[in-house]
Each structure stands twice: as C-alpha cells, then as structure tokens.
C-alpha cells in the first residue's frame, strides 16, 4: 500500500550513514575518558582443570600496574542463565564471573590485570603463575554422553543438562504406514558468529552520584542493565548501560557475559573509568559460538511422495556452561520448526542438551531455525533422490496449502503464507528448468553442476509474552517499547526498545513514523541503546524489530494522537468526537478547513492556556506492545554451484532468493539484510567450522584459521519480495533479519549433492570444504 | 620510547611513542583517530586499512615508527572540502554498509583499487577486496558501491 505520499515501502538511503562512511562512528572501543585503565584478562589454556594456585605478586610488581584480581578480590557473582524450560529438569551449572577452583573451557577467565594501557597489562599478565591440574576432557556431543565419558561438571551425570520432547500425531502410524523411510545423521557444526566489532565493555563509577555506568557492545542494553542490577544488587536508576554504535552482533551480542560483570565490579572498585577491548582471538574463546548439533533423523514417506512422519534425535551441544539464552535455542527455537513449510502429519523430536569442555553455545542467527531448516530441507532431497520425483515437485506435494492461520504439527499456528505460489515464483523468475538444462549440457562437457532449493520457514517477532515467557520458559514477557515526545515546536524524538547494531533503524522507524503522525520524515528521530534515554526496551534478536518495535511505534502514535484530537477540539472549539486526523491534520468533520496540524497541536500542548481542566499539558505517548502469535517468513532460495571433482571444490555459481517477509518497508535494507544472511549460510554450507581438538584446544582460533567468507568466495545474489501480510501486527510485517542464514545453508547443500548425485553420493557434512568433497567422490 | 613525525590528513604530528606501537594503536590512541578500527590481530579482516605514502596498508601490520616521515590518510581525511568521496558516496547510495564496523577499512582499500583500476569488473571488485571482511552486506552492495563511484569517477575526472 505504498503510495506518492507514504514512506512505507521506500528504498531510502540510511540516515546512519554519513557518520558511518566518514570515520565518525561511536564504537564502544572509541569511547575515551579521562584517566581511563585498561583490563586485560588472563584466560585458563586448559579445557578442564583445577586450579591449584595463582601467584600474582610478579604481575603486581610490574611497573604500571594498578592492580591485579582473582576470585578472592571480586564478589561471587555468578554469569546466570536466564531460560528454565518448563516441565523438564535443567540441570545448570554454576558459571562464576571469574574461576578460583576450576576450568571448564580453554578461554575461561581465572584473572585481570589492570593498567594505564593494553601493552603494560599483557606484560603484566604474563607474569601471572597459575597452577593447573588438568582433567579429562569431551569437546564431542556423542563422546560427552557415553559411559564413562568424563564429567564437565560433577554434579551433570552423562553431562546431559536436559532433555526436552516435542512430539504431535501418531508417529507410530507414520512409519508403520510408510513405504519409503530416508535416514540420515547429520551434522550442523559449531560456528563463531565473528560480528567485525569484538565485544568491548567500558565502565565508570561515579563516586559523588553513585551511577555507574557502561558502554557495552550489546544488542539489548535493558537486558543487561535488569540482570546486571538483579546480580549486583546496584539499582537500575543507578546503572546505565549505553549500546552506542555497535559493529554487527548476529545473537553474539545478546547476552550477559563475564566481562560484563568483571567490568562493572573493577569500575566500582577502582573508582576510575575502565575499558575491555577484546581481541579476535579472545573474541573466539568468550564469546559465544552458534549451532553445533549431532542429529539422527529420519523421514517417513508415502511412494507418492507424500510426507508421513518425522523423527528426530538431537544432540545440542551447550558448551561448558548454560549462556543467557541457551536452552532455548536447540528446543523451542528448534523443534517447533521442524513441521517446515509442510503439511507433516506427525513427529517426535528428542533433544539432549550436552555439556562439553568448549566455549558455551548460544544463539547466533536463526538460533534453532536453521538447524531445523537444514535438517528438514535435506531429508526432503533425500526422500526426493529415493523416490525418483523432482525436488521442487515433492515439496509442491507436501506444502500447507488452503487456510490461514494454521496449526501445525509442532503446535505453531503460522500466521500467513503462499509456499506453492512463493515456490512457483522462484522457479519461474530464477528459470528453474533452463538450469535443468544448462545442467545436462554441462555434463556432457564434464562439468558438474548443481542445481539446489531450500524452502525454510522461520518464527519471528520474537515476544508473544504468553508463549514466550511462559510456555517457553524465557521466565520474562518479551513485548517492546516506544515513546514517541513531540517537541514544542513539531520535531518529534522516538525512544525504542529495539537496538540497531546495522539494522538501519534510524532510518526505518523515522519512516514508519513519518506516516502514522503525517509528520516531515527530517523531523524525526529515533533514539536506541541507551537505558539512560529510553525507558525500558527488550532489544533486537529473532528478527523482532519491526515487527513488535515498529509496532510498539504505530501503537504510541495512536496514543498521541487521541490526545491530539482533544487538544484540537478545543482549539478549534468543536467536539473531541468531531474531530478527524490524517495526514498530519486534525480537523472538524465536514469542515476541513477547520484544522490544526500535529504541529501547532504539539506547541499548544506545551504552552497551554485556556486548557479545559481535564487536558494535560505535554505531547508525549508511551506504549509497551505484545503482540498475540510471532510471524512466520518463508521463502524459496535457489543454489548453483559447480563442483570441480580433481579438487573437490565449490564454486558458487548463482545465488536466487524468494521471500516473503510480509510488507516490506524498506526495500534497500530488507535486500541487504537478505545478502547478508545469505552470505553467512554460505559461510555455514561451505567454508565455516570451529574446530576443537580432542584436548579442546580451540585449532581455529584466530581468522587465519576460521573462514569468514571473503569477496570472492561468495557469489551475486539476486533477491525477490512477494510478501503475503501477515495478521500478527497492523504493519503487516514478519521480519528479514535472519531469513537468508536459514535457508541458504540447505540450498548450497542440496545444489552440491545434486552435482554429485550421478557419483552415488547422497550426503556430505559441513562445511563442504574441498577436502570432504574430494573425500566423498574418491570414496575414502 | 622513539619519536617520530607523521603527516596525518594532511596534519603533521610529532609524538613519543614505544617502538612497539601499531600505527592503527598510534591513530587511535594518540591522535583520537578513531574512525580507522581494528577487527582482528592476524592482519586478516582489513578494518583497519589506512592510505600510507599513497598506498593502502593494513595499519595494524605497520609500526608507527615504520610511518616516520609518512604521509598518512585515513577515512576521516577522505571527503575534500566537505565533499564525499565518490566511494563514501557510493557507500551510502547502494547500501554499501550495515553496522559499518568495516567500511572505514574496505572505503580505504577500494579507493586504492580505483586508483590502480579505474574501471573494474565484479569480478576484479571481488578478488581486490578479498584482504577486507564484512559480516554484514554479503559483499553484494559493496561491489555496486564500488562501481558506483568507479563510473562516478570515470564521469568527472580528476583534476
């Protein structure tokens, strides 16, 4: 419904960028204050250990040094989890903000140096003596849970920390009844988010108004700010926490993590401001990683093609300690997405939660959806391949068609969706059946290409309270805020709870308010990441955003302008019943040139006279909103690949993507958000793996060694929008932030094995690097 | 400590520093450059590219004592006379940027791809920029960006 006159629908360039592409961006590594120490801090080189001793007196004699922490210095603050899945026993570790008896994970932190700078800390640190005895150690899922394994956590039998089920229909049926069963284990491998910016945090504690506050690269300062102030016992009215820019987070910056606390305690010790930058070696032992799931699945057909049942037996591996949102990731996020796009009759999905000697695992994006996509996306090549029909055809025979809402089996109400239609268009617009072709030529001239799609589905608009907070176990509502304050003379200041680490909100929500308040788009701006400015906020993960803050947007805009009407009615001296607003202009019904525009409204509200006594002063609006269901974006994405069998190489060839992510309001950020994702999935399918050794020794331990897909490994993209609204919010809208790390990863799959198909092989585990390619064709 | 001169956007600087420090630490940290960034300690990501004598240099692999002498151009020096860059421009027109964590970096090493190829291919955009990573963009605005100003630039000459 985009029209000459609405900034809903509008490619705009961004308002963030012209301080972003001059240099003068506020990263928190930026953020300089007088007298400012630098942390530096001493992590464990063991997987599993006790810790002996730790001598410091070197450290401290260093010159320069202020002063140097152990557990015995600090309070016993511990890094909690913030998920209990209800109806299960979670077994959670004690995670301490600083180890003083044992390491569970090589990058754990045992100490702090602090210095005037980073150089004279390290130094310093290298002087530390500690003591270690070390442990048996497990880094793999099926390893950790075997008998006799050893145990990260004494008080964790078979360091299993949970179990969780999902299950709907009669699965028992399903297989008895099928004709063709396809199984398969698969691996979705551990992966490091690599966000550009490295987690940084800086602290001051100001002695003489007791605030303490801290610039932190985080996605969700109140989150923060609530758990920081509920461990610390420091006030919320007394701690702010400031999100500035922040360079990328992709779920990795979500949560609450030891440096947090470590940082807030040193402050407040020290009485001088302190800052944390980590490096990206660090940033790959402490920050959490993403995915890293050993499934057992099996897939239960009809000979038509037509989909039966689903098993699925998950082993999640959580890292040695339980991170903010952790458990939620490989159950909820997970398991209620494994109906895909399809119209599955029944399931029953298992899943161990495993503690290993790694760094913890937590969401990164998608967070449970790809893994569910990529599993779905690859059975159903498998059934296809076994059953002889066309991959796009088994899909077009199993997919939800008919009315919406619908739900599923997992029991998920999807909001609204085309998937034939959405397929139809892919295959169409990317000419499907000209690549069929290009494909057969190409092996007549020995080259092998493949062709792949993966139609995913994912939940988005991540709140609704009730499901959430309760049923999920999130323990919390995750709703959004806004408040929209006109100033006196009509420019108005939006504070929302969202965070924008790239998203582009700035510029987005200044369009989605430019229409709802028919105010000038210039005279608008949004506010995020600072607990100091806005009121309260849930932040930005699961692609909630728009969908719940730009709601939360619409929603205050309302507010303000039934004030508005009755601020005009007087006024105008008519009935606040009368009076009518559009386009930025309240007036008298059937006399439009009685009006008043939002403008001279705002300015009366400040500087009232006359006012009826039940009118306040002020132009101002606050609304929290929690929507009823999450959004459900799906798509179709297509791969061309070429695989070069004397090396076992990938070539990404094409890259086509169909979403539909409801209304689209900006389509330029929506693209990008689409590229972005796509290139990560990329990242995932073909190049991207942290690898331990059986020690848990960290082998991909700086970018020399993890493969951040660069330039020219990833290919042109092209992106389409056809966008069924969905029902869940006014604006229509389900959310693009994570679609294109969901189903890209499957499609990239699905094209390689499809060029080796004629080779007889039918799976590879990621990455599919050169060496596994070249393994599986030469059969070793 | 050693002291050494740097002509930096165009400003000389004389300053003190420990032998050890990186120019990108020397930027950032005694001249309040903060625009240059730094996103790894391998040399691998590229946030951290500078101009050095002309040419783009990883400053996080150079010495300040290795820039004695030097001219040096960061992206604060870029835009002329308050006018973008033709990159910072194109940056900004194809959504060339998200967090904009790397941008500083891949403006600055794009430049010095224009300069030694005025009119390149996707493909060229995409094997020059390989020393730059960007988690955000998935590369497909930023080779538009840098086409953008190639044929901005090709359009208006240098003078």
Known sequence: MTTSETMFGRALKRREDPRLITGRGQYVDDVRLPGMQRVFFVRSPYAHAKILSIDTSAAESHPGVVKVYTAKDLPATPVPCGVTIPGIEQKVPNYPMIASERVCYAGQIVAAVVAGDLGTARDAAEKIQVEYEPLGVVVDVEQAVAEGAPLVHDEIPNNISFKWNLSGGDINAAFSEAEVVVKQRLVNQRLIPNAMEARAVVGYFNQGTGEMTLWDTNQNPHIIRLLISMLTGLPESKLRVIAPDVGGGFGSKIFLYAEQLLVTAIAQDLLVPVKWAESRSENYLSTAHGRDHVTYAEMAFKRDGKLLGLKVKTYANMGAYLSTFAPLIPTNLYGTLLSGVYDLPALDCEVYGVVTNTVPVDAYRGAGRPEASYLIERLMDLGADELGIDPAEIRRINFIKGEFPRQVVTGMTYDSGDYEGNLNKALERFDYAGWRQKQEEARKNGRYLGIGLACYIEACGIAPSKIVGTVWGGGVGLWESSTIRFHPTGKVTIYTGSHSHGQGHETTFAQLAADTLGVPYENIEIVHGDTGQVQFGMGTYGSRSLAVGGTSIVKSAEKLIEKGKRIAAHLLEANPDDIEFKSGSFSVRGSPDRSKSIGEVALAAYVPHNYPEDLEPGFEAQSFYDPTNFTFPAGTYMAVVEVDPETGNVTPLEFYCMDDCGRVLNPLIAEGQVHGGVAQGIGQALYEYAVYDENGQLLSGTMMDYAVPKASQIPSMTTDFAGVPSPSNPMGVKGIGEAGAIGSTPAIANAVMDALSSMGIRHIDLPLTPERVWKAIHGK | ?159
């Open chain 2, 1 to 159: 400590m050693t002291t050494i001169t740097v002509t930096v956007n165009g400003k000389q600087y004389t300053s003190d520093v420990e032998p050890r420090t990186l120019l990108v630490h020397y930027l950032r940290e005694h001249l309040n450059l903060t625009g240059t960034h730094v996103g790894c300690d391998t040399s691998q990501c590229g946030a951290c590219t500078v101009h050095m004598n002309g040419a783009s240099v990883k400053s996080c692999t150079v010495l300040a004592v290795q820039a004695d002498g030097a001219e040096i151009t960061t992206i604060e020096g870029l835009a002329q006379n308050g006018q973008l860059h033709p990159l910072q421009e194109g940056f900004w027109e194809k959504h060339g940027l998200q967090c904009g964590f790397c941008t500083p970096g891949m403006i600055m090493a794009a430049a010095d791809l224009l300069k030694q190829n005025p009119n390149p291919t996707e493909e060229e955009i995409r094997h020059g920029l390989e020393g730059n990573l960007c988690r955000c963009t998935g590369y497909e605005n930023i080779v538009r960006a840098v086409r953008y100003a190639a044929e901005k630039m090709a359009a208006v000459p240098a003078d």
